[in-house]
């Protein structure tokens, strides 16, 4: 069967959630175990499945049991019972050739969401699994494990998306991402919002939130990633192909950092649970409390190696926004003793750039990571929370790359709410210096962005790094292959985003990079 028709068989399965109350009616794999006195439920699977971080032989399947997803208690409806999940993974969508099966009990301490990690899987397989619980099959997801270590990969497509507030606009960017069929999704971090919008009553924000005060609790948390795993386009996007996620600051709350102010202990670790129990990450990554293991590599053959990072939870406090100034402030941003990975990530990170064991390294990670310079003027500062707020550590990591001779280092970003393109230096000031990297930067999903205007002239003057920027939504397609990689910044409009009908995506721009030749060229 072609990918059309795989695609339309998910998107199907999807729309009809099959499901069924008649445990008889069900295939036999269904009916494995049964966990005594745990009390009916309606259709549990209301959040849909996903799967992620694919190794080459094992890739993690998610689901999380919830009939009524918006429940305050963060309890998606769950009685406080254990129950058990069936799950299979097979060769084909007809479950006709059946690779694995197994059972695990959903327990309430985790939200009754379960994380399975089947092994002794093929590399490079397409594979497909769905879950039972309660009498009800789930949607069938389809999946990829990554190349074997070391093999020759011709080409990988991957999207990578960001910032997808509930209130502000419908998910149309997972629209074309199911389109183009990916190997592989990335997510960079805003996967919900903390707090409501902060538009204006006069600017239009579609959808309500089931309830609107700021979350700070672990019911909280678990109710408002509900709210957002809802979405249809959202459980289709990740129904089609495997997903790599990282947090960055909304899956806790706006601009925290590595101290305990402003983001009490209690709320990270609030905040992290519900992340983990609402993604599809590996147990290795199950919280500790307020930590958690975030930062990771996973390679795809002799193609790419994915640097994901972690750019909140060990990093320096932000100093006071110098707005454009020179001063105490700026000196701060520019302190060798400040850092954005803390002193173990950039050390792991360093030590990964010592070999070469792919023809792409992607980092992915959270936010801007190139200079953006309004004035033209060394000795002033802006940008806080980005990478510019922490040039010592960017300094570091960008001559680590350099030192260690990697050879086309492409760093990928979210968090902006407007798609950028541009070339890495060691002085963004010096504009003769030699480019030593590009940065890729998708806009938000639905985010509002409140600067959504061009950059002047006079500024891409200051910046001429700066290839590309556009204040409208959507995602960024990428194209790998030996000698190129190839850029497509898709784009839903505003306007588009607003109306459930209205689906407007197009490629708005497209830029490629050679092999062995740093640097953004338009397609």
């Known amino acids: 069967m072609g990918q059309v028709n795989r695609r339309k068989v998910l998107l199907g399965g999807l729309?009809?959630?099959?499901?069924?109350?008649?445990?008889?009616?069900?295939?036999?794999?269904?009916?494995?175990?049964?966990?005594?006195?745990?009390?009916?439920?309606?259709?549990?699977?209301?959040?849909?499945?996903?799967?992620?971080?694919?190794?080459?032989?094992?890739?993690?399947?998610?689901?999380?049991?919830?009939?009524?997803?918006?429940?305050?208690?963060?309890?998606?409806?769950?009685?406080?019972?254990t129950y058990a999940v069936d799950w299979e993974i097979a060769n084909d969508e007809a479950f006709s050739s059946i690779v694995q099966r197994g059972s695990v009990d959903a327990v309430r301490a985790s939200g009754h969401s379960v994380h399975i990690e089947p092994t002794g899987l093929q590399p490079a397989r397409e594979y497909f699994y769905r879950f039972k619980s309660s009498g009800y099959i789930s949607p069938v997801g389809r999946?990829?494990?990554?190349?074997?270590?070391?093999?020759?990969?011709?080409?990988?497509?991957?999207?990578?998306?960001?910032?997808?507030?509930?209130?502000?606009?419908?998910?149309?960017?997972?629209?074309?991402?199911?389109?183009?069929?990916?190997?592989?999704?990335?997510?960079?971090?805003?996967?919900?919002?903390?707090?409501?919008?902060?538009?204006?009553?006069?600017?239009?924000?579609?959808?309500?939130?089931?309830?609107?005060?700021?979350?700070?609790?672990?019911?909280?948390?678990?109710?408002?990633?509900?709210?957002?795993?809802?979405?249809?386009?959202?459980?289709?996007?990740?129904?089609?192909?495997?997903?790599?996620?990282?947090?960055d600051d909304h899956e806790v709350m706006n601009n925290w950092n590595g101290t305990t102010s402003p983001a009490p202990a209690a709320r990270k670790a609030a905040g992290f649970q519900a992340f983990y129990e609402n993604t599809p990450i590996r147990s290795t990554a199950?919280?500790?409390?307020?930590?958690?293991?975030?930062?990771?590599?996973?390679?795809?053959?002799?193609?790419?190696?994915?640097?994901?990072?972690?750019?909140?939870?060990?990093?320096?406090?932000?100093?006071?926004?110098?707005?454009?100034?020179?001063?105490?402030?700026?000196?701060?941003?520019?302190?060798?003793?400040?850092?954005?990975?803390?002193?173990?990530?950039?050390?792991w990170l360093l030590k990964q750039f010592e070999s070469h064991p792919a023809t792409w390294d992607f980092l992915g990670q959270q936010v801007f990571f190139a200079t953006r310079d309004s004035d033209g003027n060394k000795a002033t500062c802006e940008s806080n929370d980005s990478w510019q707020g922490y040039e010592a550590s960017r300094n570091r990591i960008q001559q680590g790359w350099v030192d260690r001779k990697v050879a086309n280092p492409v760093v990928l970003t979210g968090d902006v709410h407007r798609h950028w393109a541009a070339d890495l230096r060691l002085d963004y000031f010096d504009h003769s210096d030699p480019v030593i990297g590009s940065e890729l930067v998708t806009t938000?999903?639905?985010?509002?962005?409140?600067?959504?205007?061009?950059?002047?002239?006079?500024?891409?003057?200051?910046?001429?790094?700066?290839?590309?920027?556009?204040?409208?939504?959507?995602?960024?397609r990428v194209t790998t292959t030996p000698s190129q990689l190839r850029a497509d910044f898709m784009t839903t409009s505003d306007t588009s985003v607003y109306d459930p009908a209205a689906v407007v995506i197009k490629n708005d721009v497209s830029y490629v990079v050679q092999a062995g030749k740093p640097g953004l060229q338009k397609a």
């Open 286 to 347: 199950k919280p500790n409390g307020a930590s958690i293991q975030l930062y990771r590599q996973l390679m795809w053959g002799n193609l790419a190696r994915f640097h994901m990072l972690d750019t909140r939870q060990y990093r320096s406090a932000q100093v006071p926004d110098p707005s454009g100034d020179a001063g105490p402030a700026c000196a701060d941003m520019r302190s060798t003793s400040r850092s954005i990975l803390g002193a173990t990530e950039e050390a």
């Open 15 to 81: 729309a009809a959630v099959t499901a069924t109350a008649a445990s008889a009616a069900l295939p036999s794999w269904a009916n494995a175990r049964t966990t005594a006195a745990a009390p009916a439920v309606r259709d549990p699977f209301q959040l849909g499945i996903a799967s992620g971080d694919p190794l080459p032989d094992s890739v993690v399947l998610w689901t999380r049991l919830a009939p009524a997803p918006l429940n305050p208690d963060g309890f998606g409806g769950m009685p406080d019972a």
């Open 444 to 476: 938000s999903v639905t985010s509002n962005s409140d600067t959504a205007s061009a950059p002047s002239a006079a500024w891409y003057a200051n910046n001429p790094h700066v290839k590309y920027c556009k204040g409208e939504r959507g995602y960024v």
């Open 143 to 247: 999946t990829r494990t990554a190349p074997a270590a070391g093999a020759a990969v011709n080409q990988l497509k991957y999207c990578f998306s960001s910032c997808q507030h509930w209130e502000e606009g419908y998910y149309h960017a997972y629209k074309g991402i199911v389109a183009d069929d990916p190997d592989l999704v990335l997510f960079l971090g805003d996967y919900i919002y903390e707090k409501k919008s902060g538009r204006t009553a006069q600017e239009r924000n579609p959808r309500s939130l089931a309830f609107t005060e700021d979350v700070t609790t672990l019911a909280q948390y678990r109710a408002r990633h509900a709210q957002h795993k809802t979405d249809a386009d959202l459980q289709a996007a990740h129904a089609i192909a495997p997903w790599i996620v990282v947090f």
